[in-house]
């Protein structure tokens, strides 16, 4: 009888916990911000078809501001997603991928590589580690990525946003309830205009950043080049079109260096392409490193067509549903871009 009566107190306090759980992690959904641009937009990600996506973007803002994945399926039929972070140092790339590959198995896996030159905590890692689903990838970013005050934060969200109860309406709950469906970003984060002065003198001075940083920026990036060996995925480093350049001597290190991991990576400078990809400095420049919607427009129609043509990617077979829903978005695309 004692043995009855403590088992069922055992399982009264495991309900109990088990329950608790469950509300605290329902109001944190309900208080987490929803992320739909600027990166980690990983709810929306999340809701695309399983191993239906053929390239994966990766990097800071350079990729999420640069790439519209709609318009390069408008030019080449390859699906794809930008899972970047804003500033996002590769440490936290690394536990991305892994996630990501437990959903999608992409054909290539493109990083933009000024990410080489981040300090190791950077500015954005509580937004881009937190809107991670809750896995053993995200357990992995907070341990070995996240700076250690933020590390309960990330571990008891709660407590990172407990404030915004206040704000909280329907559309926080229904996030919670019901996930984000889809959408025709993809993760890309349009910005609009050209700043005053822009476009009209690049600037080669470089970027600073300490041997120890860069080291480690570089282990890093070989346990992602090993996790693209592992999945089959093509690694594809690029530093996209820019006013905002590190010196000539800086990026043959980077290529060096890079292909010193691995000898099959295809490294690629475009920072000085403009012309060649039918960008202009002064119309498709937002600030000095990242192009406008215009600019992204151009750039990501010329990534489609250099992947497929230059890299040899295949579009994989997607059901007719999925083909329309891409079809949908480029579609879209055109209409918001005038076309």
Known sequence: MK??????KCFFVLLFLLLTAVLVNFVSDVLRPAQVTYGSTWSAFRAEPKDSLDVIYL????????????????????????????EQPLSITYWYLKEIFRTQSPSAVVLEGTSLYFKRYQNYT?????????????LGAIFTAAEPELRTGLLFDLSLYHGRWQEVGRSDLKKA???????????????????????????????VVSEEDYAASLEWLDKILDLCREHGAQPIVTFNPSYTRCTKEQYGRNAADILALDSGVLVYNWTDSFEEM?????EHLYDGGHLNREGATVFSAWLGRFLTDEVGLVPRAQTAENAAAWEESAAWWREQNGN
């Open 126 to 138: 509580q937004q881009n580690v937190s809107q991670m689903p809750f896995s053993a990838n995200k």
């Open 278 to 282: 039918g960008l202009i400095p002064t």
């Open 177 to 207: 309830v019901i996930p984000i469906r889809k959408d025709h970003y993809k993760g890309y984060t349009p910005v609009e205009g050209v700043l005053e002065g822009v476009g009209q003198t690049p600037s080669e001075q470089g970027r």
């Open 59 to 86: 990097g800071s803002s350079f990729a999420y501001c640069d790439i519209n994945p709609s318009l390069v399926y408008d030019a080449s039929g390859l699906t794809g997603y930008v899972m970047a972070g804003g």
């Open 3 to 8: 043995r009855l009566r403590k088992g069922k």
